[in-house]
């Protein structure tokens, strides 16, 4: 059985042998292209010897019925590999009928194409082919959760490599974690994240299950995602957690989205999470500006060059009359007037908004701005109606040189202060809606939790005393000095 740290030290090695022939940012679609392909060969080989020795026949055994999935005769690995010449040609064959031959892989190898001898030479491809026959991974080999574990840490590797570009599509697993933990769903229950980039998101509720001892197979997974090449890392990504049954489509969540009851009635789930793009410029303001037509605009439509309180209000309209959403935000969401102000209102005005939790500065790959998470809730408990609790989570972090970073304290910390729902000092406060009102729907943290240190009381009496008692000491300690001067003859008279 291979370690964690075995597999993400060979993953990174196939990163090693394209390093310097393609950008860093293009890794991750060739390198998580084969390690799917690799993977879902040596399962069905493992299947496969599993059914021959239950039935003794070879075509029961190679049934596709019997398999999660069908790969065709002739395009699995090793009939690729047996290729010297023109093997970015056979790699391709092989991915376009997989695709071909199971509904749901359709698209999976969207942006990996090998046939292009420039990049990938005959020999580099040669190199990757047998950097991956390492390691055989099939189930018995390596956990479906243990590789999807280090998959994901190669794509928090290439955000970090490949900077902004990176950062487009995956938020810091902390963060995720805190929203998960907020939210935190249950059996059965739809979570859906309407923006979910590589799946993490998604990934970190099944987590939250399976660390609390629910059913995680009992949750029912759905997504949409913009970037055709991130949709197909998110969709190998939750296949190698085991996971084939999410529902996530492809397209522009503002725009069109594809989650629909009826053809213009948005689909409602018990979870929503996301982390948007922040403050996005082209976000479908044509679309909405003669009204959405799918009824998401009912606070009003948001400025042309910020699209943060679109996705709200999609996400908004997206919740059952008894779910919860949890979604990154920039700060600016909080006190921006004009538009953004009159919708920050109507969300107030209809008590949807549960807390806000500031983050520390720095935490997102690309960006140093200060973000906050929202928890809305159509469903408040009676004793949180009317209310808004503020928490400065804005020390709470790990400086890092280049990024600062949560750590599981500082993440229990907050989810704690979330789920106690109580004033502390400097730290977090209920704030009735009349006073937020009193400052225009202005939600700025600061504003609510005061974080000045404490002036320290002085007791004047006491200070008078102790002032006196110095001065005593004083007058004595000098007329023995002066006692000294003169028994050494320095009579200063």
């Not at 030290?9 to 293009?26: N, P, V």
């Not at 002739?74 to 790699?91: C, P, Q, R, S, Y």
């Not at 969540?253 to 999470?273: A, E, M």
Request: aromatic share 10%; hydrophobic share 35%; net charge negative.
């Amino acid at each position: 059985m291979l370690t964690l740290q075995q597999l993400e030290s060979h993953l990174w090695g196939a990163a090693d042998i394209l390093r310097g022939k393609i950008d860093s940012s293009d890794y991750k679609h060739y390198i998580f292209g084969l390690l799917f392909f690799k993977r879902i060969c040596d399962v069905w080989e493992e299947e496969y010897e599993e059914r021959l020795a239950q039935y003794n026949d070879k075509d029961i055994a190679a049934d596709p019925d019997e398999h999660r999935f069908h790969i065709p005769e002739g395009a699995f690995w090793n009939d690729v590999h047996k290729h010297t010449t023109n093997i970015g040609e056979h790699l391709n064959a092989a991915f376009h009928a997989i695709e071909d031959a199971n509904q749901r892989l359709q698209g999976i190898f969207q942006d990996v194409d090998f046939n292009n001898k420039e990049r990938f030479p005959d020999a580099t491809l040669e190199l990757l082919l047998q950097h991956f026959e390492k390691h055989r991974l099939r189930n018995i080999d390596v956990e479906p959760d243990m590789l999807g574990n280090a998959y994901e840490y190669l794509i928090a590797q290439f955000a970090d490599d490949a900077g902004k570009k990176g950062g487009e599509f995956y938020t810091p697993k902390m963060v995720v974690r805190l929203i998960v933990e907020c939210l935190q769903p249950e059996n059965n229950m739809s979570i859906y994240d309407p923006t979910c980039g590589s799946g993490g998101m998604l990934l970190e509720s099944v987590h939250y299950m399976e660390r609390n001892g629910l059913n995680p197979k009992s949750a029912h997974l759905y997504g949409q995602e913009i970037n055709l090449n991130t949709w197909a890392i998110c969709k190998m990504n939750l296949f190698l957690h085991g996971i084939d049954d999410a529902e996530v489509l492809k397209g522009d969540t503002l725009r069109n989205p594809r989650h629909l009851q009826g053809s213009k009635s948005i689909k409602r789930f018990d979870r929503v999470l996301a982390n948007p793009p922040f403050s996005l410029k082209s976000w479908g303001l044509e679309v909405w500006d003669a009204g959405d037509p799918y009824s998401r605009d009912k606070y009003g439509c948001p400025p042309k060059s910020y699209g943060d309180l679109a996705f709200v209000q999609h996400m908004i309209a997206s919740l059952k009359p008894d779910g919860k959403l949890g979604v990154v935000l920039p700060h600016g969401i909080l006190f921006r007037g004009g538009a953004e102000g009159r919708i920050r209102e109507g969300i107030l005005k209809d008590d949807l908004i549960e807390a806000i939790i500031g983050l520390a500065p720095n935490l997102f790959y690309g960006t140093g701005i200060p973000a906050c998470v929202i928890i809305i809730n159509r469903d408040k408990p009676a004793d949180r109606r009317g209310k808004v609790l503020f928490i400065h989570g804005a020390e709470e972090m790990v400086p890092g040189k280049n990024q600062n970073s949560l750590s599981d304290e500082n993440v229990v910390r907050l989810v704690e202060a979330f789920k106690a729902y109580r004033d502390e000092d400097r730290f977090s406060r209920i704030v009735d809606l009349e006073e937020i009102e009193g400052n225009d729907w202005n939600l700025n943290i600061a504003r609510y939790v005061d974080t000045t240190e404490p002036e320290e009381q002085i007791d004047v009496a006491e200070e008078y005393r102790k002032l006196k008692e110095l001065t005593a000491k004083r007058i004595e300690a000098e007329a023995k000095m002066e006692a000294y001067l003169k028994e050494l003859g320095y009579d200063r008279s």
